[in-house]
């Protein structure tokens, strides 16, 4: 009976730490905040209300308590739906404006990707060009030195180009 006693205890724990995770909100909801600061908000104006009300049908009759309480309630009911209205208009303009932002970005990236791709695509032909010439022979399987003295010569005159305007 102690083993089973046991195991129980610690099927407890279990259950005890996985309701402990489910339950941790340490992350941070902006829209849980929101609502939850509305309905607050919403609580506070429906309990001076309800005080309101409260003190008025102690002054007069309950039944002309009772019709203001239904005309405030709709006034309160329309505002709420100004407010969201308004709210969303703002939530679409910022999702839009973001969506846009997130496009452009995306098409730079692209733009930069097209432009070393080419680059890339561009060194690979001249080096296949320069290979071919490099590799030319004679028609006793001599190499050519035309091309191989050629690029002797401007690989001199580059390297003399560079020189002078990294001294100064």
Do not use: C, W
């Not at 941070?28 to 905040?33: D, G, Q, S």
């Not at 009911?77 to 209205?85: A, P």
């Not at 404006?97 to 990707?113: P, Q």
Request: proline fraction near 3%.
């Amino acid at each position: 009976m102690k083993k089973n006693e046991g195991v129980n205890a610690r099927m407890r724990k279990r259950k005890n730490y996985s309701g402990n995770v489910k339950s941790d909100k340490s992350h941070y909801n902006p829209t849980l905040i929101k609502k939850q600061k509305e309905f607050y908000k919403n609580a506070k104006n429906i309990k001076k209300f309800k005080k309101m009300l409260k003190q008025q049908t102690e002054q007069t009759d309950p039944s002309s308590a009772q019709k203001l309480m239904i005309e405030n309630d709709g006034a309160v009911m329309k505002e709420n739906k100004g407010e969201s209205e308004k709210r969303r208009n703002g939530l679409e303009e910022l999702y839009r404006k973001k969506h846009e932002e997130k496009e452009r970005e995306r098409m730079e990236r692209e733009a930069a990707l097209m432009a070393k791709k080419e680059e890339r695509e561009e060194a690979q032909a001249r080096r296949k060009a320069l290979r071919d010439k490099m590799l030319k022979k004679t028609r006793k399987g001599q190499p050519l030195m035309k091309y191989r003295i050629q690029h002797l010569l401007d690989t001199i005159q580059v390297s003399t180009q560079i020189k002078p305007s990294k001294s100064p």
